[in-house]
C-alpha cells in the first residue's frame, strides 16, 4: 500500500514561519538579559578575588589598607597584583597603562578604557598628598563601606554627584551591568546596584566617616 507525501501549503508554511518568528521575538530579550546576568555574576566573582586580595594584603601589613599610592609610585593595584597573579611580568605590573587590561578584568569592560574597577580613594590618601594610613580596625560598618566599585579610572576620589553621572566626565562609575553597577565592600561582601540606587544613596557612603 503507497503512503502519500505530506504536503504543506503555503500558507501553512506562512503560518509556521510566522509562529516561529514571534516566538524568538519572546525568547531573545531573555536570553539577552541571561546573557547580561551571568556577565555581571562573572564581574562579581571577579570582584571578590579582589576582596580576598585586599584582606591578604592587610593581614600581611598589620592591618593597614593600600594606600591610593605611595612615595615610590607603587600605586593599589600594584600592591595588589601580587596576590591577584603572582606570575604577572613586571612589565605589565609596573605599567600603569597596562596593568589595569590584564589583571582580572570585568568581562563587560570598554576596550577604550584602561581599568575595570575604581579603589575608594578615602580609604587611604596618596601619601604624597596626605600622609593618612587608616587601619582595617579603624573603620566604622566596615559592611557599608565601598572598596571598589565598577569603574574607568583606578580610584574615586571625588564624592560629588557628579562623579556618579555616566553623562559626566569626571571619571564616571561605569553602569555596565543591567544599568547597574556592582560593588565590593570592606567586608569582601559584593552587592549589585541600580544607578538610580547608586547615584541617590552611594556618593557620601564613600567617606568613611560617614558609615
Given at each position: 500500500m503507497r503512503t502519500r507525501a505530506l504536503k504543506f501549503t503555503l500558507i501553512e508554511l506562512l503560518v509556521v514561519i510566522s509562529i516561529i518568528a514571534i516566538l524568538a521575538g519572546l525568547l531573545l530579550p531573555a536570553l539577552n538579559r541571561a546573557r547580561l546576568?551571568?556577565?555581571?555574576?562573572?564581574?562579581a566573582s571577579v570582584m571578590k578575588n579582589y576582596g580576598y586580595a585586599l584582606t591578604m594584603y592587610t593581614n600581611d601589613n598589620a592591618?593597614?589598607?593600600?594606600?591610593?599610592?605611595?612615595t615610590e609610585g607603587q600605586y593599589w593595584i600594584i600592591?595588589?597584583?601580587?596576590?591577584?597573579?603572582?606570575?604577572?611580568?613586571?612589565?605589565?605590573?609596573?605599567?600603569?597603562?597596562?596593568?589595569g587590561k590584564y589583571l582580572l578584568p570585568c568581562p563587560e569592560k570598554e576596550k577604550s578604557n584602561l581599568f575595570s574597577y575604581?579603589?575608594?580613594?578615602?580609604?587611604?590618601?596618596?601619601?604624597?598628598?596626605?600622609?593618612?594610613?587608616?587601619?582595617?580596625?579603624?573603620l566604622k560598618n566596615i559592611s557599608s563601606l565601598p572598596a571598589f566599585i565598577d569603574h574607568s579610572n583606578r580610584q574615586v576620589w571625588n564624592s560629588a554627584a557628579s562623579s556618579f553621572d555616566p553623562n559626566s566626565g569626571?571619571?564616571?562609575?561605569?553602569?555596565?551591568?543591567?544599568?547597574?553597577?556592582?560593588?565590593?565592600?570592606v567586608d569582601g561582601h559584593v552587592l549589585w546596584e541600580t544607578q538610580k540606587t547608586i547615584r541617590?544613596?552611594?556618593?557620601?557612603?564613600?567617606?568613611?566617616?560617614?558609615n
Open positions: 546576568t551571568a556577565k555581571k555574576i562573572q564581574c592591618g593597614y589598607l593600600p594606600a591610593i599610592d605611595n600592591a595588589l597584583s601580587f596576590y591577584l597573579d603572582r606570575n604577572m611580568s613586571d612589565s605589565i605590573r609596573y605599567s600603569i597603562s597596562n596593568i575604581a579603589y575608594n580613594g578615602y580609604l587611604n590618601s596618596s601619601v604624597s598628598v596626605q600622609p593618612v594610613w587608616k587601619k582595617v580596625g579603624q569626571s571619571s564616571p562609575i561605569k553602569y555596565r551591568h543591567l544599568n547597574g553597577a556592582n560593588m565590593l565592600f541617590g544613596e552611594y556618593p557620601l557612603k564613600f567617606f568613611p566617616d560617614n
